[in-house]
């Protein structure tokens, strides 16, 4: 079945620590994104990538980091400098004009 | 600043009737419009969509229509079912932001029997 797989479902990170989500994509799918969401707010985008070894950065990307070395993988990095790290993200791909985007099924990160 | 924006947080609609939710957007450069479901603690799915060049789309119960001049878009649901109870976001995008999605903060749909 094609579809984005992220891990872990549930992460706990104590502080100071650097904690990386993992997201995969089988669709073939040139264009990849990450967004978190907090209570009320929405979904706010982090980074995106529309092509290999590309990224930009979205409208929060402070204290995050990801890398695009393969299609398929579009890893995000919470390091120690993201001040409310606390939150549901998701992660997303499209094809390059963005007319079909899916989502993964999220993954919780909790700050203890 | 907020570029797509859905001003009610929350909608209650009986069961056969009609739910209309409404979105807002201030960057005249989206062009692609998009509305998703979402339940707590899931990814969203995707509903339905419409191009710029089009001022209606229908698929099943769900319609959106689009007006550009007044930036404004709404989805309809004809008829409501307990099921659609979820969280709807309207989403929008352009080329100028390689497509990425612009949400909006969401609205609590409640389908009451």
């Known amino acids: 079945d094609g579809g984005i797989t992220q891990s872990p479902k549930y992460l706990f990170r104590k502080e100071g620590q650097n904690v990386t989500l993992s997201c995969e994509q089988n669709?073939?799918?040139?264009?990849m994104y990450w967004y978190r969401q907090d209570p009320g707010q929405g979904l706010r985008l982090i980074y995106y990538s529309q092509i290999v070894n590309d990224f930009q950065k979205g409208d929060i990307a402070e204290g995050y980091s990801v890398s695009r070395e393969k299609k398929e993988s579009f890893p995000l990095t919470v390091t120690s400098a993201q001040k409310n790290p606390t939150a549901f993200y998701l992660c997303?791909?499209?094809?390059?004009?963005?007319?079909?985007?899916?989502f993964g099924e999220g993954s919780w990160l909790t700050v203890v | 600043d907020q570029q797509v924006k859905q001003n009610s947080p929350s909608l209650s609609v009986q069961e056969g009737r009609i739910s209309i939710l409404n979105c807002d957007y201030t960057?005249?450069?989206?062009?692609?419009f998009l509305w998703y479901k979402k339940y707590p603690a899931e990814g969203p799915t995707f509903l339905i969509s419409i191009s710029s060049i089009k001022d209606k789309n229908e698929d099943g119960r769900f319609t959106v229509f689009l007006n550009k001049s007044a930036k404004h878009l709404s989805l309809h649901i004809v008829p409501s079912q307990p099921g659609d109870s979820a969280v709807y976001f309207c989403?929008?995008?352009?080329?100028?932001?390689?497509?990425?999605?612009?949400f909006g903060k969401g609205t609590s749909l409640l389908v009451t029997p």
């Open positions: 997303a791909s499209s094809d390059r004009n963005g007319n079909t985007i899916y």
């Open positions: 669709l073939n799918h040139d264009a």
């Open positions: 960057n005249s450069m989206f062009d692609y």
């Open positions: 989403a929008a995008s352009g080329a100028n932001s390689g497509y990425a999605l612009n």
